[in-house]
């Protein structure tokens, strides 16, 4: 058997979202006693929960919901890179040491020694420079650590609109605390939700 890493966040009432966003809920409509055989929950939680895929109808309102989108991208070899304790933003010269001869089509980067357990307002972010370089050597899907692509208070989404207008996918709130660099094989597909801004990924790695 192949090495799995599982590169999800646990999901539960103390998941980390955005200031504002919904928080995950969850509550039971039937529990197993006299007269009811099964257990069932409803969950109320926003699609940017845990590890989750963005869908350009995120950061675009003509954009595609992520039950619309080409689920290539987010299935395939990946290399993972190490941008660890590099500051507020990911620049072409922290990941320059892993760009060379054979990228693969997706990127994944780790900013973080260990994930923190709530939520980081000085997280970091991909600079709209390095989205471009990647874009420019073929990459059509880039991932990270932390909970944006983009600083938490940017009002502008600088990176987000370079992958608006590259057409790439990303995927955020990953944890590759145990990845060390390297390619793997990526697996990481969302929800077929037609109208929805962005979904929950189970994602994890799967080595060559």
Same mark, same amino acid.
């Given at each position: ?29 039937a529990v197993i006693g006299p ?70 089509? +997706? #990127? &994944? ?7 923190? =357990?709530?939520? @980081?307002?000085? %997280?970091? /972010? ?42 790439? +996918? #990303? &995927? ?7 990845? =060390?660099?390297? @390619?793997?094989? %990526?697996? /990481? ?5 037609l109208t929805a801004d962005a ?10």
């Amino acid at each position: 058997m192949k090495r799995l890493w599982d590169i999800s966040p646990p999901v539960d009432a103390g998941s980390p979202v955005f200031p504002g966003d919904a928080p995950f809920e969850q509550a039971w409509g039937a529990v197993i006693g006299p007269g009811c055989p099964v257990n069932v929950s409803r969950l109320t939680l926003s699609p940017h929960t845990g590890a989750h895929a963005d869908a350009p109808l995120h950061y675009d309102s003509a954009g595609l919901p992520i039950g619309a989108v080409d689920l290539s991208p987010y299935l395939g070899i990946c290399r993972v890179i190490h941008a660890i304790d590099c500051g507020p933003l990911i620049e072409p010269r922290h990941v320059a040491h892993a760009m060379g001869i054979g990228l693969p089509p +997706r #990127v &994944l980067v780790r900013t973080y020694t260990r994930a923190p =357990a709530g939520w @980081d307002p000085a %997280l970091a /972010a991909y600079s709209p420079e390095l989205v471009e370089r990647l874009a420019d050597a073929g990459v059509r899907l880039i991932g990270i650590d932390t909970a944006s692509i983009d600083p938490a208070n940017s009002k502008t989404l600088d990176s987000h609109q370079v992958i608006r207008r590259r057409d790439l +996918r #990303v &995927l955020e709130n990953l944890v590759l605390d145990e990845v =060390a660099e390297g @390619d793997y094989e %990526l697996i /990481a597909l969302p929800l077929k939700l037609l109208t929805a801004d962005a979904s929950p990924v189970r994602a994890i790695l799967r080595e060559l």
